[in-house]
């Protein structure tokens, strides 16, 4: 287990509820493009730039500054080697380090995104000041970029700042809002190119990984008389008749309110993914590169907001995308850009609808108000995809002669194995792939009491499904069947998805025998401490590690790599086949979370990250902080393993 006070590694996030965040590492070293103080999203939650990348920080001394910041230059040299001792860390209610000094001067730096609005705040205050002088400064770095590229040293950089009362305002380049600072510190213009820092993380991830960054000037405070602070805004700010301190005093004030209300340290991590989109609300799908998809939006608002009990939240994200369905399909991304919106997803306008259902029986045993209009409005939108998918709509989606839906047309990567490289689509599963029929019958079964027509298509699906998908061989389940719309062709590849098939969704599609010898086979040849890895070992194609550049990452994407969201199916599945008693479902906390619950508490900060190595020892890759890993470990830490209620909503089909 990595220790965050000392490892690189590991990271702190601070999301605004806007798309936009500070964050960085423990240990204060920018290993990411992404890390900064201030990352705005010009169009909530898109369109991220990076304003201020972050900042060196120091105490002046008699011999040479003491730094509180670290950073890493070209070739590969870490300034400075030995900084100011860290000697503690805490992200309640929001990242705050403690520093110490070798005369035993303790510095505490805390760092805050205030909520909703594009604003971070940041506060170091001497905890044990002597009676003489303690000169404090900070250079900030700026850029102004947009947060996927690397900022370079250019002349059009502007660094003369706009000065007020306790303000300063850079306008570095036209087309890029403003970057606003009020301070209570003095000032020293004092331009500067910063050249060549390192990202370590995106040069293992065969990335760009040299920025330069400007250094416009330095602010700089006795620390003894008072805390230090710098309040970074996107855009213009008014005067408020504040001084920088009270401004500063009333974010974190406020903030510490609003964040009171979430009890526990994962409940807080579950809140930053929450944003704004328009008027309504949406979910980031990860931090730092990842915006709101719909798939993981879907998968991720049943533990993120209904297993938290945040129905309201929940209503409000699921209706702000039930406008958005078009030919039966609801969007799967909508870019950074502002083009139009990507539909390349057969999953998550199902998994739409799995969602609905879900709130629909959350709602229902609960005291929450449903509107009429808000249930109109949903199932309007699930009948839209139900009946559009069995029509056809884009892609080659369509319900076939069997009752069971083909999809998929080449070059194009449809569910949720979605890696492609150029034009390569890693796994294709053209045809018909097991969990977009688990997918399907759960939706016509949730809804069929809504359309008369549902009824037929799911029960001449489910007995297909029954008769067509069962491997003998191996006692599962194929991953696809009539593979590239060959009728008969078959993938035995052995995966995890067959598991939303076994139990993993809210109805069982098998057998009680065959349901439990698919769950055994995932349990033995899938299952890992961090999730169910995405291919068997034994397989010519697995491998066991993902790293190294972006076609070496996403060939191993969907070939073994370990995903932790599917520990969530998975533990679902296990309690329908060996029961939901007390007994087992404390035995599924311990066998199953535990492992979790410790990354949690440690590296992740109340975070899971996207994926891990196939192999031991299962080392964290891909986005630190992914939604839908968080929210199926708070579904069944809140929901389906929660020791005072039994899963009243899983049904078995009984043959």
Same mark, same amino acid.
């Given at each position: 287990? %990595?220790?965050? %006070? ?13 798309? #936009? ?5 423990i240990s ?6 992404? +890390?900064? !103080? ?5 169009r ?24 509180l910041?670290? &950073? ?25 380090w403690?520093?110490?000094l ?6 505490? &730096?805390?760092?805050?995104? $205030? +909520? ?16 003489q ?40 380049y036209?087309? $890029? ?19 060549r ?39 213009? $700010? ?11 005093d009333?974010? /974190?004030?406020?903030?510490r ?46 533990? /993120? ?36 919106p990507?539909f ?5 306008? /199902? ?17 929450? &108000?449903?509107?009429?209009r ?17 029509? #056809? ?33 890693v ?53 696809v069947?009539?593979?590239?719309h ?5 993938d ?70 370990? !995903? ?21 479902r ?11 619950? &410790? !990354? ?56």
């Amino acid at each position: 287990m %990595l220790d965050p %006070l000392t490892n690189d590694d590991a990271e702190w996030l601070e999301a605004d509820g806007l798309g #936009g965040f500070a964050s960085g590492t423990i240990s204060t070293l920018r290993t990411r493009r992404y +890390h900064a !103080w201030l990352l705005s999203a010009r169009r909530p939650p898109t369109e991220r730039y990076v304003l201020v990348n972050g900042g060196d920080v120091w105490i002046d001394s008699a011999d040479e500054p003491i730094f509180l910041s670290r &950073q890493h230059y070209a070739p590969d040299v870490i300034v400075p080697k030995t900084p100011a001792e860290i000697v503690s860390f805490e992200t309640t209610p929001w990242p705050t380090w403690e520093f110490q000094l070798a005369d035993g001067t303790r510095i505490r &730096q805390e760092i805050l995104a $205030v +909520h909703e609005q594009a604003t971070t705040v940041l506060r170091w205050t001497v905890l044990n000041a002597g009676e003489q002088p303690l000169w404090f400064s900070v250079r900030p770095f700026l850029s102004g970029r947009d947060y996927h590229a690397l900022h370079h040293e250019n002349p059009d950089f502007q660094f003369t700042p706009r000065s007020g009362e306790s303000t300063w305002t850079w306008s570095p380049y036209a087309g $890029v809002e403003p970057t606003a600072v009020r301070s209570n510190g003095a000032y020293r213009h004092e331009p500067l190119w910063y050249r060549r820092f390192v990202y370590a993380r995106e040069r293992d991830r065969g990335l760009d990984f040299e920025e330069d960054l400007a250094a416009p000037g330095v602010f700089r405070w006795d620390l003894r008389t008072e805390p230090a602070v710098l309040v970074l805004s996107a855009g213009e $700010v008014s005067a408020s008749g504040n001084t920088p301190r009270e401004v500063a005093d009333q974010f /974190l004030y406020g903030e510490r309110l609003r964040r009171a209300q979430f009890q526990e340290l994962e409940q807080r991590a579950a809140d930053a993914y929450v944003v704004r989109r328009g008027t309504g609300r949406t979910l980031i799908a990860g931090y730092p590169w990842f915006t709101d998809w719909g798939r993981d939006t879907f998968i991720s608002v049943r533990g /993120l907001c209904l297993a938290l009990g945040r129905l309201s939240l929940a209503e409000e994200i699921l209706l702000s995308w039930a406008d958005q369905v078009s030919a039966g399909m609801l969007p799967n991304r909508f870019p950074d850009g502002g083009e139009s919106p990507e539909f390349n997803s057969v999953d998550a306008s /199902l998994w739409y609808v799995i969602a609905v259902a879900d709130y629909f029986r959350v709602a229902a045993r609960s005291s929450f &108000q449903m509107t009429a209009r808000a249930r109109e409005r949903l199932e309007s939108a699930c009948l839209e995809i139900l009946r559009g998918y069995a029509r #056809g709509t884009r892609y080659g989606i369509r319900l076939d002669d069997d009752g069971l839906l083909a999809a998929g047309e080449p070059g194009t990567q449809l569910t949720w194995m979605d890696a492609k490289v150029g034009n390569w689509v890693v796994t294709p599963r053209i045809g018909k792939p097991v969990e977009i029929q688990a997918l399907w019958l759960n939706a016509l079964w949730s809804f069929r009491t809504l359309s008369f027509e549902f009824e037929p298509w799911f029960q001449q699906g489910l007995a297909s499904f029954q008769s067509r998908f069962w491997n003998p061989s191996r006692e599962c389940l194929y991953d696809v069947i009539d593979v590239d719309h060959e009728p008969g062709r078959v993938d035995a590849s052995l995966r995890p998805n067959q598991i939303f098939a076994a139990g993993g969704l809210p109805l069982i599609l098998l057998p009680e025998d065959r349901a439990r010898l698919v769950v055994d086979v995932v349990e033995r040849e899938l299952l890992t401490p961090f999730g169910l890895r995405t291919l068997e070992r034994g397989d010519a194609a697995y491998c066991g590690q993902y790293h190294g550049g972006p076609l070496a990452r996403d060939a191993a994407y969907h070939q073994g790599t370990v !995903w932790p969201w599917l520990l969530g199916p998975f533990v679902q599945a296990w309690l329908q086949v060996n029961g939901s008693s007390l007994p087992n479902r404390q035995r599924a906390r311990d066998r199953f979370l535990q492992p979790l619950r &410790q !990354w949690m508490s440690g590296p992740g900060q109340g975070h899971l990250p996207e994926v891990t190595d196939g192999d031991p020892p299962y080392s964290p890759g891909g986005c630190p902080f992914q939604a839908w890993s968080l929210g199926e470990f708070l579904r069944l830490e809140h929901d389906l393993l929660r020791e005072d209620t039994a899963r009243a909503a899983m049904s078995k089909l009984q043959k």
